[in-house]
């Protein structure tokens, strides 16, 4: 996925201005900024979820994502909500097709992989906060015949278990050739988990490289950490 | 019975769109008016049988509900509630203002009775059969359609739409199939009412008897298909029962709204899913 001059405005508040990302194969891109910085409206316009206004978006298609603030299927069971997220389809394939042993066994298995076969059956507003943020992932990570998945702040709220192991399913998508990209404002984390880090102020790519390099410059030590 | 085997799939096919997939309409009485017009105007004046007449008025119902979702799609929540407001008032305009069609205020009187491979169905008997056999075809269609992928879809939908839509579903085909189908089956309820009846006229198709069906599936409970059962039989039920403890029919009828009144507020303090509901909004 590559975003050629990506720009965005909110009536007259330019949210993106001329942002030019490329997130690749096999590699975890890691989006740091402050809070009001336009990761979310980047990640929003690359998933379609807002227009787009400016710019260009290439092999940008086939994706999944999680929300900063999670959107679930809260009247859905966790292996249901799975089920969903697992293969788009028409409304006339989805009428007549029913979920099959396999697409039920490898709902199972990405349950077993969040840690949540005991709530296999549980119906996703019946969970804490912690789970629920982990459902989201799971299903992200349930979806089939995507290439890039975009995580927006996926360790937010996390208990110390969960981040261990949502970092461990993160690298086995990037092990899968994934094109993923991480929003997080945990450095420790960006520092472990990403390849390369755009950082953005303002609605523009401050800085690229790698975590290292990136976030000791001193443009990004002054609008992110104000030092 | 015959009325409650009728008034069961118009409150199944509603608890498709309002409890499956969340879109509170309003204009479900319009479709179950549209079939019973149907087959009042085909059988009687254009003398086609009773099953033809339900084909025809089922594909009429179908291609109007299309184009009317395609519009009320557009709105969001409350507007859309709003929207469907605005159908089932065009409907009734247009049930009372065809006159030539629809005989307008005083409707159509002795529409024939259904005729089956040469056979009359005159008594009240066979009428059940019919009517009973319709609605288990309604149950059926409704599980078939829920448990689908489908189901999963449209309650998917239901909870959070942009969630579905960010997995490269188009929501609103699914959102438009679920509306043609539900007014689908209201039209060929409509249909059993008209010959059931034999008469029909545009005061029975009201806003008012879209709130009646809306009031059975919330008392019974949403998405929920025993819940639209059990709500069905209340409602019709409930004015007999009334009558079987010896109130006179004027009062009776008058404390049947009261008491539906009570139940709903007492279920939207106490147990706002209804009683055997799977979904709040």
Redesign the interface.
């Known amino acids: 996925m590559k975003t050629i001059n990506l720009s965005h405005h909110f009536g007259g508040v330019q949210a993106l201005n001329n942002v030019s990302i490329s997130c690749d194969p096999g590699k975890i891109t890691g989006l740091v900024g402050p809070n009001g910085s336009g990761k979310s409206t980047l990640v929003n316009v690359l998933?379609?979820?807002l227009p787009k206004m400016q710019g260009e978006i290439k092999n940008g298609d086939?994706?999944?994502?999680t929300?900063q603030d999670a959107?679930?299927?809260?009247?859905?069971t966790v292996r249901?909500?799975f089920?969903?997220?697992q293969r788009?389809?028409?409304?006339l394939?989805?009428?007549?097709?029913?979920?099959t042993k396999k697409s039920i066994s490898d709902a199972e298995e990405v349950i077993d992989k969040i840690g949540m076969s005991e709530y296999t059956h549980t119906k996703v507003r019946n969970l804490s906060y912690g789970q629920r943020k982990l459902v989201e992932i799971g299903r992200v990570l349930s979806?089939s015949n995507v290439e890039t998945l975009y995580f927006d702040e996926p360790f937010a709220g996390l208990s110390s278990t969960a981040i261990p192991l949502v970092t461990k399913l993160i690298l086995e998508e990037k092990k899968k050739q994934k094109a993923v990209l991480v929003i997080e404002h945990d450095m420790d984390i960006i520092r472990s988990l990403c390849d390369h880090v755009y950082v953005l102020d303002a609605g523009k790519v401050i800085a690229e490289g790698s975590p290292e390099d990136c976030l000791a410059s001193k443009e990004v030590r002054e609008a992110y950490l104000g030092l | 019975m015959i009325v409650c085997s009728i008034f069961i799939p118009l409150a199944l096919s509603l608890d498709l769109v309002v409890g499956r997939t969340g879109i509170l309409s309003i204009a479900h009485a319009g479709f179950y008016g549209l079939g019973a017009y149907a087959t009042a105007i085909l059988t009687k004046t254009y003398n086609f049988s009773f099953f033809s007449s339900i084909i025809l008025g089922v594909l009429i119902t179908a291609f109007v509900s299309y184009l009317l979702s395609k519009i009320l799609s557009r709105l969001k929540g409350d507007y859309y509630t709003l929207g469907s407001f605005g159908v089932i008032i065009i409907f009734y305009s247009l049930f009372i203002n065809l006159t030539g069609l629809t005989g307008g205020a005083m409707g159509i009187f002795s529409i024939p009775n259904p005729n089956f491979f040469g056979l009359q169905i005159s008594s009240n008997s066979w009428f059940l059969l019919m009517s009973s056999v319709f609605m288990l075809g309604t149950l059926a269609l409704m599980q078939a359609v829920i448990s689908s992928r489908f189901g999963l879809i449209i309650q998917a939908v239901r909870d959070d739409e942009l969630a579905v839509k960010v997995f490269g579903y188009d929501t609103a085909s699914f959102k438009t199939v679920v509306f043609v189908i539900s007014a689908s089956v209201a039209a060929i309820a409509g249909s059993f009412y008209a010959a059931y009846i034999s008469f029909v006229s545009p005061n029975a198709f009201t806003f008012n008897e879209s709130i009646l069906i809306l009031t059975m599936i919330i008392i019974g409970g949403l998405a929920s298909k025993r819940g639209a059962v059990f709500g069905a039989l209340f409602v019709i039920l409930l004015p007999e029962l009334l009558r079987f403890i010896g109130l006179p029919d004027s009062i009776a009828a008058q404390l049947r709204v009261a008491i539906y009144g009570a139940i709903l507020m007492y279920l939207m303090y106490k147990k706002p899913t209804g009683l055997f509901g799977n979904y709040s909004p």
């Open positions: 998933t379609q979820v086939h994706f999944a994502r929300f959107k679930l299927w809260s009247n859905l249901e909500s089920l969903v997220a788009k389809e028409s409304w394939r989805a009428i007549i097709n029913f979920s979806a």
